[in-house]
Nanobody, 124 residues
């Protein structure tokens, strides 16, 4: 099993920044990619960003390109989501997830292990 824990959410004004962190532990040798998803009230969970374990490939949803950056520290089994120029529509619960395949990373079905989520609220 793999355990995934997010942190770093909070309340920020529009135009501000937040950095989310995601720690993974357990049988992490089986994990080949990590991703971030978010879910706003009344909406379906949506893809935000993903990164292969090697760091060779990073993917972003169109809605966050140029504003969000995903990075990783393989030595510490951590990944981060730096969120800049935040907008009220970025308000959601953000989830970190771990996947065994390194393809289809924009689909939640590719991920086997999920964190509990961290709330991000952007005020206008």
């Amino acid at each position: 099993q793999v355990q995934v824990v997010e942190s770093g959410g909070g309340l920020v004004q529009a135009g501000g920044s937040l950095r989310l962190s995601c720690a993974a532990s357990g049988r992490i040798f089986s994990i080949r990619a990590r991703g971030w998803f978010r879910q706003a009230p009344g909406k379906e969970r949506e893809f935000v960003a993903a990164m292969t374990r090697s760091g060779g490939s990073t993917y972003y949803a169109d809605s966050v390109k140029g504003r969000f950056t995903m990075s990783g520290d393989s030595a510490e089994n951590m990944v981060y989501l730096q969120m800049n120029s935040l907008k009220p529509e970025d308000t959601a619960v953000y989830y970190c997830a771990a996947a065994r395949p390194d393809y289809g990373l924009e689909h939640s079905s590719s991920y086997m292990f999920w964190g509990q989520g961290t709330q991000v609220t952007v005020s206008s």
